[in-house]
């Protein structure tokens, strides 16, 4: 014999399922890209504001949104995070899909009047852990998942740089970098050329992973336009077009 009891909690169950919401479908997008930008001590607010109008600038290049909008599925999501110490990262504009230049120009306005958040010093290894996260917890689905990490000095602090790399590269990420060589208030204690070298030993990795840098030779604006150009046409295929 069926108890009443047994009968209620069954009905009850049957509502809860009912009334739990869906799982979220997800979004299909060309790539996923999450730009790292440094925040730390050695970076002052004007060069904050330099930094973020250059990334707002270049999401909206013509030649960029030409490679996005020549993708399978015409758009790509991107996150922008700045970071600092071991314990400072911070999403400073959330997933926004671009898929032309309204979107683009949205993302830019929303970066550009966020509040600065990160403190501390160079923890690039959690900012990549910070990042992998902030991927694999979203609703979009991309053909290729990069992070693109921006920085004017070394790893300092948090877990072992090569293994937070290492990690995010085994789950199927890139990881490229933009090392600023020319700020007044880059960190002390290694040449340009000894800051190339940790780059591309211990910072990047994954499928066509490189090292772009700004210098006397080229502004900090010039090489993120030129970085991301790249870095879009390769993960869409595209380069040959470049």
């Not at 959330?94 to 993302?107: K, L, Q």
Request: hydrophobic share 45%.
């Amino acid at each position: 014999m069926v108890r009443p009891a047994f009968l209620l909690a069954a009905a009850c169950a049957l509502l809860l399922a009912a009334a739990a919401p869906a799982p979220a479908q997800q979004i299909d997008v060309d790539l996923e890209l999450v730009l790292a930008a440094d925040g730390s001590g050695s970076i002052d607010n004007q060069e904050l504001a330099l930094q973020r109008d250059g990334y707002a600038d270049a999401i909206a290049d013509p030649e960029i949104m030409k490679f996005i909008q020549g993708g399978l599925t015409g758009r790509i999501a991107v996150a922008y995070v700045e970071w600092g110490g071991p314990f400072s990262q911070h999403t400073i504009v959330d997933w926004t899909v671009i898929d032309g230049p309204e979107s683009a120009a949205a993302f830019g306005a929303e970066l550009r009047a966020a509040p600065r958040q990160a403190t501390g010093w160079n923890s690039i290894s959690n900012a990549i852990d910070y990042s992998v996260n902030l991927v694999e917890t979203n609703r979009y689905r991309g053909l290729r998942k990069i992070i693109d990490v921006s920085a004017d000095g070394p790893n300092i602090g948090g877990r072992s740089i090569t293994a937070a790399r290492d990690d995010a590269v085994a789950k199927g990420f890139t990881i490229n970098a933009l090392l600023v060589l020319h700020r007044e208030g880059s960190l002390p204690g290694r040449s340009p050329e000894q800051l190339v070298a940790h780059y591309e030993r211990d910072v990047i990795g994954g499928m066509g992973a490189f090292v772009m840098t700004a210098d006397e030779n080229r502004t900090f604006a010039e090489a993120v336009r030129a970085k991301l150009i790249l870095e879009v046409a390769r993960a869409l295929g595209m380069e040959d077009r470049l």
